[in-house]
């Protein structure tokens, strides 16, 4: 098992920046591809980022590209997502997942439970 929970949302203006966390416990975080995924109210979960356990293989949402970068701290079992540039589109709740490899679909095996990001116009 490996429990995830997310951390760094928060209200910022549109054109600033957040930095998400995903704090990982329980088995080994390094031997699982980490991914980021969004829910908009409304909306149905998507994609943002993912990011194979090495840390060379990286996908992005097009929305995204350019704008947020994943990256991973595989000794201290933590993931992360720098999110600049945000535009009130970006609002939702941002959960990470860890999974085998990185897809960009929602086959992952484990979730956390999500933190707010909400951007104001």
């Known amino acids: 098992q490996v429990q995830l929970v997310e951390s760094g949302g928060g209200l910022v203006q549109a054109g600033g920046s957040l930095r998400l966390s995903c704090a990982a416990s329980?088995?080994?975080?390094?031997?699982?591809?980490m991914g980021w995924f969004r829910q908009a109210p409304g909306k149905e979960r998507e994609f943002v980022a993912t990011?194979?356990?090495?840390?060379?293989?990286?996908y992005y949402a097009n929305s995204v590209k350019g704008r947020f970068t994943i990256s991973r701290d595989n000794a201290k079992n933590t993931g992360y997502l720098q999110m600049n540039s945000l535009k009130p589109e970006d609002t939702a709740v941002y959960y990470c997942?860890?999974?085998?490899?990185?897809?960009?679909?929602?086959?992952?095996?484990?979730w956390g439970q999500g933190t707010q990001v909400t951007v104001s116009s």
């Open positions: 990011i194979s356990w090495r840390g060379d293989i990286t």
């Open positions: 329980g088995r080994t975080f390094g031997g699982y591809a």
């Open positions: 997942a860890a999974g085998i490899t990185p897809t960009m679909t929602s086959r992952y095996d484990y």
